[in-house]
């Protein structure tokens, strides 16, 4: 089994155009997680909180132009 130790300890050892395109990688990686959790959370319902609370400061006064 590979440790996180060991994975830090090779990530340093890297070049810096490895380190570079491991650094892009993860970071979209990550974005990619995040825009499946967020699909799945609305699908689920569990963001329509923020429409109610939109909708309801929409309706208390109106909204500047931005």
């Known amino acids: 089994m590979v440790t996180a130790e060991k994975i830090i300890e090779a990530i340093n ?7 570079i395109r491991l ?3 993860f970071s979209e990686n990550d974005w990619k997680k995040w825009d499946k959790k967020i699909e799945q959370d609305s699908k689920e319902g569990k963001l329509d909180f923020l429409i109610k609370e939109a909708l309801n400061e929409k309706n208390k006064k109106p909204l500047r132009n931005l």
Do not use: A, Q
């Open 13 to 19: 050892s890297l070049p810096e155009r490895e380190y």
């Open 23 to 25: 650094r892009k990688w």
